[in-house]
């Protein structure tokens, strides 16, 4: 199943070029689900005529959906703070309140500045990938909304938030840098997973890790790293990121999802 998020316009009929793109068997979609004010997201069953590289959409992701699971149980996963060695296992942090007294430094800028010294790798292995089609660096803005509707309040100052998704990125890195949050703020969570070795490598979800990251600090995921889509949090209407990512253009080889039903949940806190 083909999993497309593609961005529209007010002035741009997205739900009725879809609906003809149906009748015309162009794109046969299992279901169309509204998942913020400006994207939409689509599940695409495939058939001989469905080739999501002709897809007639504008600023497309094309993911690929290869698992759909259900959780016989409730998972909980409670949020930590985000420090470079709790997230080590999933992949790389940039935090330097945390990492100026132990990273290799230099001056840079006639001494105005230190630099910090490779602080996280940028792997492009496409060159392995199936198709060979080798993916180009792209940096990518995220305009990322918090999903209110998932998350529910709890007693005192508690949030869970109920995730579905688990996505990775087989050949690349893949960093995210907010912009615009202050330092101290709490402003978003991320949630990865280790492989399953004995799984087909999907996700462990019963191992899932979840951290609360402040507004100065990114990550890198490691390539191939399980992780939920970014959880923007707060009381602002939104929160951008700049990312980098390598692309082919291939939708099994950029990017592969497993959808979970009924879902798991991450709880965290802004104290």
């Not at 149980?73 to 296992?89: D, E, G």
């Not at 912009?179 to 949630?191: C, L, N, Q």
């Not at 609360?212 to 990114?218: A, E, F, K, L, N």
């Amino acid at each position: 199943m083909f999993h497309l998020i593609f961005s529209y316009y007010p002035n741009y009929s997205a739900f009725s070029e879809l609906r003809v793109m149906r009748v015309k068997k162009i794109c046969p979609y299992k279901y169309i689900q509204t998942f913020t004010q400006t994207h939409i997201q689509v599940y695409i069953q495939p058939t001989t005529t469905t080739n999501p590289q002709f897809l007639p959409f504008h600023h497309s992701r094309i993911m690929v959906v290869i698992k759909e699971l259900s959780l016989s149980s409730c998972i909980l996963i409670p949020a930590q703070p985000l420090t470079p060695k709790s997230f080590a296992k999933f992949g790389y942090v940039f935090s330097a309140d945390e990492q100026i007294q132990t990273a290799k430094t230099s001056n840079a800028n006639q001494g105005t500045a230190v630099k910090l010294l490779k602080v996280a790798p940028v792997v492009n292995n496409s060159s392995h990938a199936p198709s060979g089609k080798l993916a180009t660096a792209n940096w990518n803005i995220f305009r990322c909304t918090p999903p209110k509707k998932y998350i529910v309040r709890k007693e005192h100052d508690q949030q869970v938030y109920t995730g579905r998704v688990l996505e990775r990125h087989p050949y690349s890195t893949q960093t995210f840098v907010p912009m615009g949050r202050d330092a101290s703020e709490k402003a978003f969570v991320v949630i990865c997973a280790p492989n399953d070795p004995n799984f087909d490598n999907l996700p462990l979800v019963e191992k899932a890790e979840a951290f609360v990251c402040r507004g100065d600090q990114s990550v890198t995921y490691a390539a191939g790293t399980w992780h939920a889509p970014m959880v923007a949090i707060g009381s602002k209407g939104h929160l951008d990121f700049a990312v980098l990512v390598h692309e082919n253009g291939v939708p099994n080889e950029d990017c592969q999802e497993v959808v979970y039903s009924p879902g798991f949940e991450v709880s965290f806190s802004y104290s």
